[in-house]
């Protein structure tokens, strides 16, 4: 089983700042990674597939990069709308799929 | 619009049974398998199980594997989750989500807005 680590847990921002996510694979998962936006009552949202592509919808301020096992989130400059969990998943070696246990991104 | 509504949740006690459906709309249902993810309260995601576009091919997590039956009715565009001997741990919140692309490979674009599940005496 793959297992993805998200640091930091928590990543305490104010809006206009960048803010950047890490997720790191207990193996390589080439690029075969997703980012998902959860915010409180909702359902998640897909932000990034494939470590780099933006899903349909998805500002541009959102980027993905990374391969192998090391992957980041980007958000350029933080709206307040921005200010939810996010969870990275990988698709490369399933079943099981899997999710790292998420990244906290609250208001400073 | 795509569109995914679970149902079938609800109260039930420890070595109980549940059905949960996901009613689909919006696409071509029969071309994409369909995955169930879980959320037990203030926790985080979990896969649970999927099935693909046919039906002919399921995967679950070890945690239910035996327990949980996936099933699909193309014909209703609706995904089943049969949960049998369900434990205070199968407690949280189940979401159905379609894969982004045809078949099942597995990033989810379009999610429900999940049903919840209590296992409890």
């Known amino acids: 089983e793959i297992v993805l680590t998200q640091s930091p847990a928590t990543l305490s921002l104010s809006p206009g700042e960048r803010a950047t996510l890490s997720c790191r694979a207990s193996q390589s998962v080439i690029t075969y990674l997703a980012w998902y936006q959860q915010k409180p009552g909702q359902a998640p949202r897909l932000l990034i597939y494939?470590?780099?592509n933006r899903a349909t919808g998805i500002p541009a301020r959102f980027s993905g990069s990374g391969s192998g096992t090391d992957f980041t989130l980007t958000i350029s400059s933080l709206e307040p709308e921005d200010f939810a969990v996010y969870y990275c998943?990988?698709?490369?070696?399933?079943?099981?799929?899997?999710f790292g246990q998420g990244t906290r991104l609250e208001i400073k | 619009e795509v569109q995914l509504l679970e149902s079938g949740g609800g109260l039930v006690q420890p070595g109980g049974s549940l059905r949960l459906s996901c009613a689909a709309s919006?696409?071509?249902?029969?071309?994409?398998?369909v995955g169930w993810v879980r959320q037990a309260p203030g926790k985080g995601l979990e896969w649970v199980s999927v099935i693909s576009d046919n039906g002919e091919r399921t995967e679950y997590a070890d945690s239910v594997k035996g327990r949980f039956t996936i099933s699909r009715d193309n014909s209703k565009n609706t995904v089943y989750l049969q949960m049998n001997s369900l434990r205070v741990e199968d407690t949280a919140v189940y979401y159905c989500?379609?894969?982004?692309?045809?078949?099942?490979?597995?990033?989810?674009?379009?999610w429900g807005q999940g049903t919840l599940v209590t296992v409890s005496s």
């Open positions: 989500a379609k894969p982004r692309t045809p078949g099942l490979v597995p990033h989810f674009d379009y």
């Open positions: 998943q990988q698709r490369y070696n399933w079943p099981p799929i899997t």
């Open positions: 919006g696409f071509t249902f029969s071309n994409y398998g």
């Open positions: 494939d470590a780099s």
